[in-house]
């Protein structure tokens, strides 16, 4: 039987701090201590994309990822703007990625810059090594081996949340950024989660928060737990139950770690909900670039395109088109994912999310062309 506030489970949630902005930095060093932005090219104000990332120098001026690149270059005209570079991203990512594997007993890689660590038998292992049973010490030996193997291997930063669910670990990771640790033991998560903002749940966006202060009188995720079910399912259907189960720290879900993907897909949450389809557009864009370098970095073909789009609340739609052969084209990739996206546009309501997806997917052989391959031809 384990003593008060001691783990039975250990998961770790490691997300590299402002990664696309990182790995430029760490190969950009002049760029240090300076505010730069990951994007589309401003043209003097007059650009049409969006932020991709932006260093914390750059957040502080009050810039942000899925800002209207023009909005970016009005506040700081003079940060420095550099085109994103997905195939380099990739490879810092599958860097980070196999070094994490080095302290985990399963690793499940959640998007291109973060991911759940399985580290209960690593964390008894260290413990047993220090030779005084201190759960709290072999937490914190073993996350500041990882931070040590990202920093020196890969020169980027990470923070990382630990609990003995997934949901709280993720929460606890933004606590300190960047290059933060934050631990909550399992006897505190109730106490931990109470006084945040509901805000604080990931996919609880402004107009949810609006919702739930005008018709339960919630700000915080206590006051959530204190909602009768009933109510609450009247307001929210069934993301009501995925709520209370949040606000009380419940989370049971496994790392799951799967070496050979059933898809490839990534998704964005834009920091203030979006109703203008042109800038959902763009960035969609950036993300289906995301998206294709990882597929060709792992040299895989697929057969299905999908889109995800949340709008304000919990209300989300998916979409998706099969080919009629398999390619590894972002041109196709693209073409798709406009024509899904085009279903939304005359919506009125705001978009909190768009992500992308690739599936049906297969190995593709040594000197193996495809239709893309014969276009370019």
């Known amino acids: 039987m384990s003593r008060a506030g001691e783990f039975n489970r250990l998961i770790f949630h490691v997300d590299m701090d402002s990664f696309y902005a990182s790995c430029e930095l760490s190969r950009k060093t002049d760029l240090k201590g300076k505010p730069f932005v990951v994007g589309a090219d401003p043209h003097q104000g007059k650009g049409r994309g969006v932020v991709l990332a932006c260093n914390y ?29 997905f195939d380099f991203y990739i490879q810092v990512s599958s860097r980070v990625m196999s070094y994490l594997r080095n302290f985990a007993e399963k690793t499940e890689q959640v998007s291109i810059d973060e991911a759940y660590l399985e580290v209960t038998n690593h964390i008894r292992a260290v413990s047993e090594e220090m030779g005084n049973g201190d759960q709290d010490k072999a937490i914190i030996a073993l996350a500041a081996s990882i931070k040590k193997s990202i920093s020196e291997n890969v020169g980027i930063t990470c923070s990382i949340g630990v609990a003995d669910s997934k949901i709280i670990a993720k929460i606890a990771t933004d606590m300190k950024k960047p290059d933060g640790l934050t631990i909550v033991h399992p ?17 609880v966006g402004k107009v949810t928060q609006k919702t739930l202060l005008e018709k339960f009188k919630v700000e915080k995720i206590s006051d959530l737990r204190k909602v009768p079910p009933d109510d609450l399912r009247d307001g929210f259907g069934k993301s009501s139950i995925w709520l209370l189960n949040v606000a009380n720290g419940i989370d049971e879900s496994d790392v799951v770690e799967s070496w050979d993907p059933v898809s490839i897909s990534s998704e964005t949450t834009f920091e203030e909900d979006e109703a203008v389809y042109s800038r959902v557009h763009n960035l969609m864009n950036e993300v289906a670039k995301d998206v294709h370098a990882r597929l060709i970095s792992d040299r895989y073909l697929f057969r299905n395109v999908g889109i995800k789009i949340r709008f304000t609340g ?43 997806k690739v599936s049906s997917l297969k190995k593709r052989e040594e000197n193996q062309r495809t239709l893309a391959d014969f276009n370019a031809s």
């Not at 006897?187 to 996919?203: D, R, Y």
Request: net charge positive; proline share 6%; with cysteine.
């Open 57 to 85: 120098e750059a957040k502080k001026l009050g810039l942000r990822s899925g800002m209207p690149i023009s909005r970016a270059w009005e506040l700081c005209p003079n940060a420095s703007y550099v085109r994103p570079d």
């Open 187 to 203: 006897n505190e998560s109730v106490e931990f989660l109470a006084p945040l903002s509901v805000s604080k749940i990931p996919g």
């Open 314 to 356: 919990f209300e989300t739609h998916t979409r998706s088109k099969s080919l009629n052969a398999y390619s590894d084209s972002l041109k196709a990739i693209i073409h798709e994912c406009d024509k899904l996206l085009s279903e939304f546009h005359e919506s009125e309501k705001k978009v909190r999310l768009i992500g992308v």
